[in-house]
């Protein structure tokens, strides 16, 4: 797996969705007929920017949280870095350089939850998307997003979305 937005080798063409396929087509564009007609290939999408594979396929943190503070930047970073081995909150503080009650203090002033939960649900939501999206089984995703069980997993995957890992995959099938 890569993380890169789009990736071309040899004869095999992928990328991460969406607007993606349109910066990897404009990059083939660019390859085999120069960058002018790529340009202007993407003004005709009004695209306004091509972007590079190694681009990321989020938006930054800073803008999907609206958090300008480097060091709840960073402690978001090794969140959504560490789902599967889930990091205690004292590291994470102590990564981002915050005592670990200034660090609790911050992030509830930023996200009107603790850390903690604010952790629980970025892994409950990565559940979530591989429940829908996957065929693992239970076991393997809970095993990916840092829990000690299915069991576990059911558990707060029911108490945040009202519905049950099992239900999700059912619902997620029938469309």
């Excluded at 945040?160 to 099938?173: I, L, N, W, Y």
């Amino acid at each position: 797996m890569s993380r890169d937005l789009y990736c071309i080798e040899g004869d095999r063409l992928t990328c991460s969705g969406g607007t993606a396929a349109i910066d990897m087509m404009l990059e083939l564009i660019a390859r085999q007929h120069g960058h002018p007609l790529a340009a202007e290939v993407a003004d005709q999408f009004i695209h306004t920017r091509m972007r590079t594979a190694q681009e990321s396929q989020k938006m930054a943190i800073q803008w999907r949280y609206g958090v300008e503070d480097r060091r709840i930047v960073h402690a978001v970073t090794l969140m959504e870095q560490n789902i599967e081995r889930p990091i205690p909150m004292k590291t994470i503080a102590s990564l981002a350089g915050i005592s670990p009650r200034t660090f609790e203090r911050m992030w509830i002033r930023h996200f009107n939850v603790r850390p903690s939960q604010f952790y629980l649900e970025l892994r409950l939501k990565a559940a979530q998307k591989l429940i829908r999206e996957s065929s693992l089984s239970l076991l393997d995703v809970a095993m990916h997003c840092g829990f000690a069980s299915a069991s576990h997993l059911g558990r707060c995957y029911k108490q945040f979305f009202s519905r049950t890992p099992g239900q999700e995959r059912a619902a997620s099938e029938v469309r």
